[in-house]
Every structure is written in C-alpha cells, then in structure tokens.
C-alpha cells in the first residue's frame, strides 16, 4: 500500500508497544497518525509475536512497577487479562530473603495481596511441582498471562474507530529526514511520509532506525531461550489457556508455564547470547520469524536438567516432547531499565524502546503524555532516554554491560551492586591519590568515585560503636564502617571529597538570566557572585530536577547538577534555550573537576593554601568567587550538602591534581581525612533532611510535599509555576519526614538497617496511603552516625507525620518500630545550621 | 558416440517427463537413441516419431514387467556399452532418479540428478537442481559416460517434428539373480475414497492458519462443493491434523491442478514447490505479504474462517448445491 | 534387529534461500539445522522396530563436528548409538559420501556383525541427489529399493512399499540384510522428550575420519532461480470478497455442471 505523505506522527512498529502508542495518542487527541509496520498484522514478527506475555506486577523499581500495573489495568480492559497467579519460588535461603524482600516492596508499591507460601502451599497450587526442592514461594494472584497480539490489535483498532490511524503494514523505513536537528520526513518502500514527530517502537531493530536520523538508541538484541513441550497428560482435559500459577524458579533463572496442553519454559540462565540488529534476518529468510532464531541446544541442556528437577512428573514424562524450542530476541540496555523519550539528538524523534509485553500499555502512556503535554503522570526519569552518556552508546559498553546484565534478570540484585564490567571509564585528577589511599569505587556517570577509603580504617577504632557496625551479610555488601567514621572525622575535622562527577553547564548571553529565570523555581536574578539553590518543575508542579546556579557575571551562569541525571537536566535545559540564541549552553563537565573540603577546620586547610580572603564575612554562605590555589586559580563555593562549612572547589580539570595534592598537604596539620560519598551522598545528607532527586524528589511529588515551599514565590513567571501556586494554597496529600529506627534488633537477635524502598506502616502493620493514594515507603535510608540513629526519609499523609509518632518499618518480613523525627526540612543534626554559617 | 535416452512410457504413450529428457538431448548435437522397456507398439512408435531419435532400443524381457529397478539399470549399461554412449539421460522422475542411480552404482561413475540444463563441454558443465529446484547449482562432471537425469519441467517437450520413425531394433540384456532380487511382488488397491490429490482439478489447500483438526471440516465442506481435493502443508501433518498422505510439497505431493486454493498458508519454500505447477493459485490469509503471496495469482486478505463458510454459501447460493 | 540410519545435517531454511557472498554455500549464519525430513522417519521407523522386536539402532552421519547435534537430535528419540563421519564441513557430493558409508559400514559389520537393515532418505532436502542409498547397496551386494513408505520387517525379509503412480502401493519382498531409501510419510516422528534429551546428551559419538573419493561431480557455485514471481490480484477483504471468489470460479470453469 501507499503511505500517506503526510502524518502528524508517525510511529514505526506495530508490536505492543507501537500499538499501544497509537492508541494512546489517540486517546489524547492526536490525529493523522501513521503506523509503519515492515512485518505482517496481526504478528510482524519482533519480540511481541514469541513472548511468554506474562505479567508478574512486582519489582524493586518504584518507576518499573507502576509501569507494570498500570498495564495490566489496561490489559485487563481490553479484556485480554487471564488472572492466574504467579509464584516465585525460592530454591535457598538467600532466595528466601529475597522473597520476603519481594514482599515489602509489593507493599511499598500498593499490591496487597501477595503473601509467602510454603513448599506444601506451593504444592497445592502447582500440583505437579516438586516441592522438597524448594524451601517455599512468593505468591502474588493477580499475575496473569495476556494476549499481547489480540491487545495490539485492539489498540490499533480502536485508534481506527476514532478516525485516528492509518496503518500501513509491510512498508519499511528506508531513511529519516533531520533539518536543523529537528525530524521532518520519513522515507519507506512505498512513499514519503512528512512528519514532524516520530516514534521508533522497533524493538530489537530500534537502533539501525535511529541510526537513519542520527541518533541513538543504546539497546542490544539477545538472545532467550524457551522451549514448549507437550501434550501434557494432566493438561489435557483442561479448558483453560493456563490453569495453574505461572512458575518463576529464580534461582535458576526459569520460569515455566502452562500452555495450553502444552507447557514452556524459558531461561535467563545461559550465557548472554548478544546479535547485532543489521544481522537480524529478513522475514522472508527466516524459518519462522526474524526474532524466532534457531535453538542452541548446548546452552539450554542444563537448564533443562533444572526443570526436570522442578517438575518430574511434567518434564520427566517420557511422552512429553519437544515440541518447539528457539531463541527469542529481546532487547537488553546497559542498565536494563527501557529507553523512552525524546532523542536528545534528534527533535520530535521519540523512542519507544526495550519495553517488555509486562510494561508496554503503561509506557506508552507515559510518553503520549509525555508527548502531548511534556507531564507524563508516572515519572519516567529512570528509562529516560536522554539519561545515557555518550561512553553509554558505544557498541563496547552496551555488549559489556547486557551481557554482565542478562543472568541478573531474577537475581538477587542488592540496591547498592556495582557493575564490574568496561571499568574504569571515567576518572578523576585525583584517581591515583585515592587508590592508593585504598578508595572503593563505585561507579556514578561513568565515574570512578571514591564510596569509602580503607585508609581510614584506623578511624573505626577512633569512633568505636559510633561507627554503626552492621553484622548481617546484606546491609554489609557494599558498605563499610569506615564511611560512617569517616562522617565523623568529617564532623570532627574536615574531610576532603571528590566531587568530579559533576555535570556543569556555563550559559551565557544577553537573555540567559531571563531563560534560567523561567525554569527554575527561586530567583536567579540575583548579585554576581551568588549561588542559588533551585528545584525545576514541569508543568503541573512535579520536581523534574534540583541544582545549584552561580552567577559569575551579568550574562554568565554556571550550573551545577548530578552526575546520575545531567544529561537528562542537559536535555531540560537544551530544550528551553530561547529561539532568538539570546542564551547559549556549554556543557563544561569535562573541562573542570570538582573537590568538596568540609568542616569545622575546612577554613583553617583552604587558608593555608591561599592568600585570599576565605574569612566568613569575606566569603559568606552561598556565594563564589574566584581563589588562587597553590598557582592554580579555582573556583570557590561556599555551599553544602553535609551540613559543615566548607567549600566546592571547581578546578581545570589539568590542575585538578595539583589541587588535590595543595589541599592534602595542607590538611594534614588538621587531621584532614578524604572522604567519600557514602558520607556525602547518604549519611551526612540525611541528618541534615537534604532531598535527592530520584529519592524524595520525583514528579509524582511536589514541593510543599517535599517541605520545600519557601515563604514566597517569586513574581516572574516560571514553569509550573501556577500549579506550584495552587499547591501551596492546599493541605498537601503527604509530607516528607525524617524517621529514626527506634530499635533495629530483629527476631534473631542481629541489628537490621534498611537501605531504602521498604513499607513505612503503622505499628499494627497496616500500610500508610495518602490522599492521593500513594503508599508510604522509605525514600532514603542510612546511618545517622552523627545522632545515632539509622535514618529513614519517608513521605507520610499530615495525620501520620507528626514529630514524635510511632510508626514501624517493613523488612525482610519484620516489623521495626520507627519515630518520626522530624516532620517537614528541619535538619536533624545541627538544626539551626549553625556549622554551615561558622 | 551416441546419447542413450531411458524412455518411459504407459498406455502406449511416452511419459510427458521422457519427452523433456528427449527434448534436452536432442539439443546437445549427437545422436540420440532412446531404450524403452517393456512392449513396443505402434501407438508407441507414433508417439516417438519426430522426436530426433535415431534407433529405439526395445528390451521386452518377460523378467522386466514388473519393476526392477536394478534389472532396468543392467539392461542400460549393457546398451550404453554396446552403443558407447556418451550420455545416458533419463526423466528426473522416482523411477528415472532411481535407476539412473543404479546406473552410476553398476559403473561406479557419478550421476548428476535433477539438470535443467546442459552446457556442454567435456568435463560437462551443467546445472541442477537443489532444494527442489529452490536453488540451483552449477557443476561440471568429468566422467567417460555422463549420467543424467533431466529434471521436471525444465523444458518443455518439444512438439514432434514431421519425419520418419525412428528405426527400432531390440536387444535383450543379460540379466543377473541379484540384479532381478528387488521387484515389484505385488499391487495393492488405494485404500482411499475421494478425489485423489495428484489428480484434482481443483485442490484446497490448508496450512498453519487452519489452526485445529476440526477447523478443516470448513475447508472441506468447500471441498465437497467444488470436486476437490483436500491438501495440507508440512506443519499441518506434523501436528497430527490430517495425515502425511494429504501433505503438498517437497517432501510431499506435488500437485498441478487448474486452481489451488491455499488457505491460511504462509508459503515457506517446503510447501511452495508442491504447488508450483497448479495453474492458479488463490490464496486466502490474513496476511497481505506472506510469501504465498509471491506466487499468488489471486488473493483474498481475511480469516480463512470467515472467507471459506462464506465461499462455500456462496457456492451453494449459485448452484443451487 | 539391529538397524543403521544414514542421515544428513540440513538447514531449516525459511520463506528465501540466502547465499553466501561467493556463492558456494546458503548462508547458515541465521538458521538451525535438522535432520533431512525424509531421514526423520528414517530415524523414527528405526527406532519403532527396536521397540518392537528388540536390537539397536545406531545413527550415522557424514559432516563436520556440529552435526553431531543430530546425531544426538536421533538418539534423544531413542537411537542407541551414534558414528559421525566427520568432515571439515565442505560439500561431499553423492559420490564421495556413499563411498564413505560405504566404508564406514564394513568396518561397523567387521566390528559387529551385519546390519539387518539400513535406511537412507530417499534423497537430502539440499541436494537432492537420490543415490546415495542405493551406491552404498551396490557397493555392499545389498538388496536395495528407493521411494519406501511403509515397512514390515519380520523372519528375515523385509516388505516395502512404494506408492504407485495412479494411486495404490507397490510392494517389495527384500531378504536381509537389505537397504531402503524412505519417504516421510512412512510415520509421523515424535518429538524428542526431556529425559530423552538429557540421556543423549551424555551418549558417546563415534567418531571416523573418513577418506574421500575423487570422481564425483564438482559444484562451480549456486545461484537462486531466476524470479517466477506473480502479480497478485488482491480480489477482496473478508466474507465479502465471497462473490467475487465464485465469479473467479466460473471464469476458471471449477464450478462445474
């Protein structure tokens, strides 16, 4: 057929997930859409035509489940739902753990009713599993299995009846058009299509399709392996597609469901198996379809004698064959999580990519909001496609880390794990200085960043039980005392912390001040010099980011955010710069390093170095200026995010090791200590209650929420503001609050300290849920060596958080009893922030 | 120097795939002789005439009516020896592959199944079919005597030409015990009823989009209205929904009905090479690209269990069935 | 009885054939591979005698390293033993492969005893040769007949048969030791269970170095058939289309009377 030659979108593959893209947009308004589609309807032949289409709704992501859920409701009304039920059996006791960690966060995330079952519970359920191999299950009954076709078809046919959507089946892209980095036409087989807006829904050929336009779309095709095996005696007489609880075995990476008569299982197990997408076959010359490729045997033969185990009687049945076996294409990202948005490369191109069938409707929901209005009702920062790095593109870091990624798709993945794979990328001046001071690295941005150093180690004798000392394997994986002794040499002394992660933005121009104003939410229009702390908002008042800006002359502005997020905040603000080019951005990461020098003797270290004036009334509290270091000219701003005086130092990043080397020698008089940012980022933050975004702030929370509202709004209009107007003029749904573990001594005796995510609920264990129906649950988690306490962070409905309430903590299936601290901002330690102004 | 072609007739006429092979050595500028087993007769003699052929071996032996592959295959060695035959050709036929591969067993010399062309030379060039003609190689084959079979429709038989009759001279062959082992023992009856597949007129054919066993009663209704045959691709068979003797393609029947109408068949090349001889090809799929489309001649985009009830209604509409 | 199945390592090819760029070879990179349809219920037909009267069945194949895959694909379905003729996986034509079985097959007799029977497709779904069965036959002083579709084998003699031409069977009486080339359509094979699976795996292969004879025909290089593509006439949509389909059938004159 002919393509139309003009679209007001164009969303290329009708898997599920272009489907449910067509659908969405048309939901919400859009007309002239034009689904491209290279393969045959109703099944083209990517991903979604051999998924296993089950749905189990549980994940330690906050933003991956609400994803899940909320594509399960709309599964569920098309009518292509099939409830069975999942379990998740547990082979260890290490699994075990992980279940009932599994459990919490189904409460964090609002699922009720899953509950702990044991092997003759399992038993009873699966009747034809063996039960002595498995020490019990994770149960949760509204997991279910879809129709993922037929609900494609219903999304594509209801964007029809609405006078919405051409579709335009067996025509393939060809090229894409950029002008002036903006997307205007689409080149296929059979016609041009101009557009201004695109969708790349491809799946596994994503990338060769934004490759077209000059973009990127780091995901890697790989291989699954699952087999389908039959006719099942027992299943026989069964009406049902599934009658039984689909069956997750974690720990070796299966899973196993009834099919029909049938019954298949499929396997994370095996080595990552990774294709390039310009290698996936035609359709024409594959035997069954381009992402059906042939079975490897060698790889699956163990996981078969894993299955056998499970289930003898299905799997042993000599009667019982194979009766299909191949290697589905996925798609695998660097960090795993999807890739959604907006190419930062290309305007209006849009990517809808590596989005399983379990999340699809509610994904492409998220971005037809996203694209319709720019506020998307889940916050999806962390699939955000403007997230990645340039180093994150490259074919080695993605084949490094989906390979590294792959066998942890049911592991047990501690919040804290670290990637060992295509490290080192990034480092600091300093990086040698601090291996050889025994750094742990933990890598953020591509990052080398110091998380503790062992050198500090005598510190924990010096502190002693101050120290927090944790006894229980988990909360000690990826952690060490030595950071919270170096939190209080920081308090006692100073500490020196590298900060090179930064991402820095320089703006300049005539209009740059009016351009920062109408984003950011305090007033940049202030005296050179001044730093200004600010959070961003999108339209309806959602926190989209939080960071500091420096005015360093009338027309130049330096903004400093997250390594975690600023290429996201990149995007933000590449995205507002005025038409007319009155404001310019230059990303000025890579031209400085940063260092941290804090507390009570951080102006005794920086006054030995430099002859300028660092005095309190010469250098007051949020300002900068420049000071000459040991003949190196930095930059100095006097901020914190630890609660102690002291400075960020911002120096070219050549000289960054001269710095570090001034400030180390000169330190050494004051017992200077480096530390790292398991106190900057975790300890010292929480006792002073400062917000991180991705924690406490998300988009689903605003700032009276958040206990960020200052006493006025400023006049000049910025984003979000009106909504951020009307917020403060209503009782807030919750309020965010810091909680201290009144007693962290669990049933076994040993001291327990959550590390974030877990259920916030009453003493009784019922769940907290807000006005606006969100659960309550820890933002932030972490030692408070300063008062003594593990912290929690914790968004509670006003009668919940009052300053002295009891409440209690969900952990690994205990109760933990919890005070709230504090209600509000207040900083626990320090809370006249008398250090910070000394 | 001659080229002995195997000639294999029933009824009195020479098969239609002999008449290929005919055509292919008549084209290669030698002599042509051809060897047929069993009864000469004049209607035969008249369906050999005009066709090149210079002598027609006859070799009617009493011990070669019933079919024995390796007795035929001694009867053309001891021909081709006496004639010194360069060539000897026969139909790409079961039977002509069969005894043309005992040919090349009996004179430990290479057999080159399935040509659908020759080029010439010595060592000889030609071309042959793989994957059921699929795809094509091209070889050479040094051999003192070239052994070939010519496969179906490659050419066309060429139309006789007016002359003479070729001369017919007999020869009797020296036929061994082992060599008259294997034969045909005995007949049995099709044990069938129906329209046979290999002789339908009209075949409906059903494949993985039929999608049950019962689902083919649709297809057969429509069947029944139509005198047709019921086919089937490789996938249907081997789920158990109608039996290996209902299957169309390279490792079934192949079918050359006026009018095949492939249901809910993607057309991979296993199926595709079965029906290429039909006629016409209608097909019925959801699908508008799927490959039976590249063969197609007609086609309708619908659920075969919509379109095939509804065909059938209309069937019975119009005449009145 | 004890059974030897010859069969070959093909692949499972789609809709297209791809080729290699220098045109010697289909591109395999993207494709599994099988045991040649017909040689299926070879194996299949071999291993129901077995269970039926007792014996072994062995499997053997001409082919590089990886086509043990199907020795083993065989075996899970209940092949007792396994001999791979093992090649650097260039193309052996019919010629060079019978001489090899034929090989193979007097050193197994030599070591064994004879096989009663010995089954080959009645021709490899790539290159289509039909021969090799019956060399081996030859070369052997083996009864051989091609084309089989149905067998019984009892007391020493073996029944064949073959469909004939206008419908019906042929039927053969072969004393055995003998030789077939077999249909698919002779049995429906079963699918391999996971047991099956798991105990082939851990079976031993035997492996031989075969040598190869020269004579046979040398492949120059493959090309695919010149396009026979139709101009599709899309007639309609649906249950609607119904009319126009039976106008199409009078026009064809298939409607009859």
């Given at each position: 057929m002919t393509v139309p030659d003009r679209a007001r979108v164009v969303v290329i593959g009708a898997g599920i997930v272009g489907s449910s893209m067509v659908y969405h947009l048309a939901r919400l308004g859009w007309r002239d859409i034009v689904l491209l589609e290279k393969g045959m309807l109703p099944n083209p032949g990517g991903s979604t035509?051999?998924?296993?289409?089950?749905?189990?709704?549980?994940?330690?992501?906050?933003?991956?489940?609400?994803?899940?859920?909320?594509?399960?409701?709309?599964?569920?009304?098309?009518?292509?739902?099939?409830?069975?039920?999942?379990?998740?059996?547990?082979?260890?006791p290490e699994r075990m753990a992980e279940l009932n960690r599994r459990i919490a966060s189904s409460h964090s995330w609002g699922i009720d009713g899953t509950r702990l079952l044991t092997p003759q519970e399992v038993k009873e359920m699966v009747p034809f599993i063996d039960e002595s191999v498995i020490l019990g299950g994770f149960y949760t009954p509204e997991v279910g299995i879809v129709d993922s076709l037929q609900a494609g078809t219903l999304m594509r046919q209801k964007a029809q009846e609405m006078g919405?959507?051409?579709?335009?089946?067996?025509?393939?892209?060809?090229?894409?058009?950029?002008?002036?980095?903006?997307?205007?036409?689409?080149?296929?087989?059979?016609?041009?299509?101009?557009?201004?807006?695109?969708?790349?829904?491809?799946?596994?050929?994503?990338?060769?399709?934004?490759?077209?336009?000059?973009?990127?779309?780091?995901?890697?095709?790989?291989?699954?392996?699952?087999?389908?095996?039959?006719?099942?005696?027992?299943?026989?007489?069964?009406?049902?597609?599934?009658?039984?609880?689909?069956?997750?075995?974690?720990?070796?990476?299966?899973?196993?469901?009834?099919?029909?008569?049938?019954?298949?299982?499929?396997?994370?197990?095996?080595?990552?198996?990774?294709?390039?997408?310009?290698?996936?076959?035609?359709?024409?010359?594959?035997?069954?379809?381009?992402?059906?490729?042939?079975?490897?045997?060698?790889?699956?033969?163990?996981?078969?004698?894993?299955?056998?185990?499970?289930?003898?009687?299905?799997?042993?049945?000599?009667?019982?064959?194979?009766?299909?076996?191949?290697?589905?294409?996925?798609s695998l990202t660097p960090d795993g999580n999807p890739i959604i948005g907006e190419t930062p490369e290309v305007k209006g191109l849009w990517s809808a990519a590596a989005i399983w069938i379990k999340e699809a409707p509610g994904i492409a929901k998220t971005i037809a909001e996203w694209m319709t209005t720019g506020e998307p009702e889940i916050d999806p920062h962390g699939s955000d496609i403007a997230r990645f790095y340039d180093h994150h593109k490259t074919a080695q870091h993605i084949a490094a880390r989906t390979t590294e990624g792959y066998n942890?798709?049911?592991?047990?993945?501690?919040?804290?794990?670290?990637?060992?794979?295509?490290?080192?990328?990034?480092?600091?001046?300093?990086?040698?200085?601090?291996?050889?001071?025994?750094?742990?690295?933990?890598?953020?941005?591509?990052?080398?960043?110091?998380?503790?150093?062992?050198?500090?180690?005598?510190?924990?004798?010096?502190?002693?039980?101050?120290?927090?000392?944790?006894?229980?394997?988990w909360e000690s994986r990826w952690w060490s005392p030595i950071i919270n002794a170096e939190h209080l040499a920081m308090r006692d002394r100073v500490g020196l912390v590298d900060l090179s992660a930064f991402v820095i933005f320089d703006v300049t121009g005539p209009g740059a001040c009016d351009y920062l104003e109408r984003l950011c939410v305090n007033r940049v229009d202030v005296p050179v010099g001044r730093t200004v702390y600010t959070p961003l908002l999108n339209g309806s008042g959602g926190i989209l980011a939080d960071l500091t800006i420096m005015r360093l002359g009338r027309d130049l502005f330096r903004v400093v955010t997250g390594g975690g997020m600023g290429m996201r905040d990149k995007k933000i603000f590449t995205d507002a710069l005025p038409a007319d080019g009155s404001a310019q951005l230059h990303d000025a990461t890579n031209q400085w390093t940063t260092f941290g020098l804090w507390g009570p003797r951080a102006r005794d270290v920086l006054s030995a170095v430099t002859s300028d004036d660092v005095s309190h009334t010469g250098f007051p509290f949020l300002t900068s200026r420049t000071v000459d270091i040991d003949g190196v000219r930095t930059l100095a701003s006097r901020i914190s995010y630890v609660g102690e005086l002291g400075w960020e130092?911002?120096?070219?990043?050549?000289?960054?090791?001269?710095?570090?080397?001034?400030?180390?020698?000169?330190?050494?008089?004051?017992?200077?200590?480096?530390?790292?940012?398991?106190?900057?980022?975790?300890?010292?933050?929480?006792?002073?209650?400062?917000?991180?975004?991705?924690?406490?702030?998300?988009?689903?929370?605003?700032?009276?929420?958040?206990?960020?509202?200052?006493?006025?709004?400023?006049?000049?209009?910025f984003v979000g503001r009106a909504a951020y107007l009307r917020q403060r003029e209503s009782a807030p749904?919750?309020?965010?609050?810091?909680?201290?573990?009144?007693?962290?001594?669990?049933?076994?005796?040993?001291?327990?300290?959550?590390?974030?995510?877990?259920?916030?609920?009453?003493?009784?264990?019922?769940?907290?849920?807000?006005?606006?129906?969100?659960?309550?649950?820890?933002?932030?988690?972490?030692?408070?060596?300063?008062?003594?306490?593990?912290?929690?962070?914790?968004?509670?409905?006003?009668?919940?958080?009052?300053?002295?309430?009891?409440?209690?903590?969900?952990?690994?299936?205990?109760?933990?009893?919890v005070t709230v601290a504090v209600a509000g901002s207040r900083p626990l330690f320090d809370p006249e922030n008398a250090r910070i102004r000394s | 120097m001659s080229i002995l072609v195997l000639v294999e007739h029933a009824e009195g006429r020479p098969d239609r795939l002999s008449l290929e092979a005919l055509t292919v050595a008549g084209s290669l500028r030698e002599p042509v002789e051809a060897v047929v087993i069993g009864r000469w007769s004049t209607e035969l003699a008249g369906g050999l005439s005009g066709r090149g052929i210079g002598v027609v071996h006859v070799v009617d032996d009493p011990r070669l009516a019933a079919f024995a592959p390796a007795a035929r295959a001694a009867a053309v060695v001891q021909l081709a020896a006496a004639r010194s035959a360069s060539t000897i050709l026969a139909a790409g036929s079961d039977r002509g592959n069969e005894v043309m591969a005992h040919v090349g067993a009996k004179l430990d010399l290479p057999m080159a199944a399935n040509v659908t062309e020759v080029l010439g030379g010595d060592p000889l060039r030609l071309v042959r079919q793989r994957w059921a003609g699929s795809l094509l190689e091209e070889a050479t084959l040094d051999a003192p005597t070239k052994l070939l079979t010519i496969a179906p429709h490659a050419v066309a038989a060429a139309d006789p030409a007016p002359g003479a009759a070729p001369a017919v001279e007999t020869f009797s062959p020296d036929l061994t015990e082992n060599d008259l082992r294997v034969a045909?023992?005995?007949?049995?009856?099709?044990?069938?009823?129906?329209?046979?597949?290999?002789?339908?007129?009209?075949?409906?054919?059903?494949?993985?989009?039929?999608?049950?066993?019962?689902?083919?009663?649709?297809?057969?209704?429509?069947?029944?209205?139509?005198?047709?045959?019921?086919?089937?691709?490789?996938?249907?068979?081997?789920?158990?929904?109608?039996?290996?003797?209902?299957?169309?393609?390279?490792?079934?029947?192949?079918?050359?009905?006026?009018?095949?109408?492939?249901?809910?068949?993607?057309?991979?090349?296993?199926?595709?090479?079965?029906?290429?001889?039909?006629?016409?090809?209608?097909?019925?799929?959801?699908?508008?690209?799927?490959?039976?489309?590249?063969?197609?001649?007609?086609?309708?985009?619908?659920?075969?269990?919509?379109?095939?009830?509804?065909?059938?209604?209309?069937?019975?509409?119009?005449?009145?069935? | 009885m004890n059974i030897l199945v010859c069969v070959k390592r093909v692949p499972a090819t789609g809709g297209t054939i791809v080729l290699t760029a220098d045109s010697q070879d289909i591109d395999t990179r993207f494709l599994g591979f099988t045991i040649s349809p017909h040689e299926e219920c070879a194996v299949e037909e071999a291993v129901r005698i077995v269970e039926a009267q007792g014996g072994s069945a062995t499997v053997l194949?001409?082919?590089?390293?990886?086509?043990?895959?199907?020795?083993?694909?065989?075996?899970?379905?209940?092949?007792?033993?396994?001999?791979?003729?093992?090649?650097?996986?260039?193309?052996?034509?019919?010629?060079?492969?019978?001489?090899?079985?034929?090989?193979?097959?007097?050193?197994?007799?030599?070591?064994?005893?004879?096989?009663?029977?010995?089954l080959f497709g009645n021709e490899a779904a790539d290159t289509g040769d039909f021969q090799v069965g019956i060399r081996v036959a030859t070369a052997l002083g083996r009864p051989v007949v091609s084309?089989?579709?149905?067998?019984?084998?009892?007391?020493?003699?073996?029944?064949?048969?073959?469909?004939?031409?206008?419908?019906?069977?042929?039927?053969?009486?072969?004393?055995?030791?003998?030789?077939?080339?077999?249909?698919?359509?002779?049995?429906?094979?079963?699918?391999?269970?996971?047991?099956?699976?798991?105990?082939?795996?851990?079976?031993?292969?035997?492996?031989?170095?075969?040598?190869?004879?020269?004579?046979?025909?040398?492949?120059?290089?493959?090309?695919?058939?010149?396009?026979?593509?139709?101009?599709?006439?899309?007639?309609?949509?649906?249950?609607?289309?119904?009319?126009?389909?039976?106008?199409?059938?009078?026009?064809?004159?298939?409607?009859?009377?």
């Open positions: 035509g051999h998924a296993s289409n089950f749905i189990f709704l549980t994940d330690h992501s906050k933003e991956m489940t609400a994803f899940t859920l909320e594509s399960a409701n709309q599964y569920r009304e098309l009518g292509v739902y099939d409830e069975t039920g999942g379990i998740e059996v547990a082979r260890t919405a959507l051409t579709v335009a089946g067996s025509v393939e892209v060809t090229g894409i058009d950029v002008e002036d980095g903006h997307v205007r036409r689409i080149h296929t087989t059979d016609g041009t299509v101009e557009a201004e807006t695109v969708v790349i829904a491809c799946g596994v050929w994503s990338p060769r399709i934004a490759k077209m336009a000059g973009a990127s779309i780091p995901l890697t095709p790989a291989v699954h392996q699952m087999i389908d095996i039959g006719p099942v005696p027992m299943f026989e007489n069964t009406t049902r597609e599934v009658g039984y609880p689909i069956v997750r075995d974690m720990d070796t990476n299966m899973y196993e469901r009834q099919h029909g008569t049938g019954f298949e299982i499929g396997s994370y197990a095996h080595r990552a198996i990774l294709m390039v997408p310009d290698d996936i076959p035609s359709i024409e010359a594959s035997a069954l379809s381009p992402t059906m490729l042939p079975f490897t045997q060698e790889d699956f033969d163990p996981q078969l004698e894993d299955a056998l185990e499970l289930f003898p009687e299905i799997v042993g049945d000599e009667s019982v064959g194979v009766k299909l076996a191949i290697n589905g294409l996925l942890k798709t049911y592991g047990i993945v501690h919040p804290q794990e670290q990637w060992a794979s295509n490290r080192p990328i990034k480092l600091s001046p300093a990086y040698e200085r601090q291996k050889a001071l025994g750094a742990e690295f933990f890598e953020a941005a591509g990052w080398e960043r110091p998380y503790w150093y062992n050198a500090n180690k005598p510190l924990i004798e010096e502190f002693g039980d101050a120290v927090m000392p944790r006894t229980e394997e130092i911002y120096v070219p990043i050549e000289q960054g090791l001269r710095v570090w080397d001034a400030l180390w020698e000169a330190g050494t008089a004051h017992r200077l200590a480096p530390v790292g940012i398991g106190t900057y980022a975790v300890t010292a933050r929480l006792e002073k209650g400062y917000r991180a975004h991705g924690a406490e702030l998300e988009l689903d929370f605003n700032l009276v929420e958040a206990g960020m509202a200052r006493p006025t709004v400023k006049d000049t209009d749904a919750a309020l965010l609050c810091t909680l201290t573990v009144d007693d962290p001594t669990s049933k076994s005796g040993a001291k327990r300290y959550m590390l974030g995510r877990e259920p916030i609920v009453t003493r009784d264990g019922a769940p907290l849920t807000d006005a606006k129906g969100r659960r309550s649950y820890v933002t932030s988690a972490g030692s408070g060596p300063s008062v003594g306490k593990h912290l929690l962070m914790a968004y509670l409905p006003p009668d919940q958080a009052v300053e002295g309430n009891q409440l209690a903590v969900e952990y690994f299936g205990e109760l933990y009893p | 045909v023992a005995r007949r049995l009856e099709p044990d069938r009823s129906g329209v046979s597949l290999a002789d339908a007129r009209v075949v409906v054919g059903g494949g993985r989009g039929v999608g049950s066993s019962e689902a083919f009663a649709e297809l057969e209704e429509l069947a029944g209205l139509l005198g047709a045959a019921v086919g089937v691709s490789r996938v249907v068979t081997s789920q158990g929904w109608r039996p290996h003797s209902m299957q169309i393609g390279q490792t079934g029947m192949r079918i050359a009905p006026d009018l095949y109408i492939a249901c809910g068949i993607s057309g991979a090349i296993q199926h595709i090479v079965g029906a290429r001889a039909a006629k016409r090809i209608l097909a019925i799929n959801t699908d508008a690209e799927a490959p039976i489309m590249s063969v197609a001649d007609y086609a309708v985009i619908g659920d075969l269990h919509q379109v095939v009830p509804a065909i059938s209604a209309e069937v019975r509409r119009v005449t009145g069935r | 194949t001409l082919g590089p390293d990886v086509a043990s895959e199907q020795l083993r694909d065989a075996m899970a379905i209940g092949i007792d033993n396994a001999v791979l003729l093992q090649t650097d996986g260039s193309d052996w034509d019919a010629y060079a492969t019978a001489g090899a079985i034929t090989d193979a097959i007097r050193t197994l007799e030599t070591e064994a005893g004879a096989f009663d029977l010995i084309g089989i579709k149905g067998i019984t084998a009892a007391g020493g003699q073996v029944e064949a048969r073959r469909e004939a031409a206008g419908g019906g069977w042929e039927v053969f009486d072969l004393a055995m030791p003998a030789v077939l080339g077999v249909k698919e359509g002779l049995n429906l094979p079963r699918y391999p269970s996971v047991p099956g699976r798991l105990r082939a795996r851990k079976k031993e292969i035997r492996t031989i170095v075969p040598t190869r004879r020269a004579g046979g025909p040398a492949k120059d290089r493959l090309r695919l058939p010149e396009g026979t593509e139709s101009q599709v006439e899309v007639i309609g949509q649906g249950p609607g289309a119904a009319p126009a389909i039976v106008e199409l059938f009078q026009k064809l004159g298939v409607l009859g009377r």
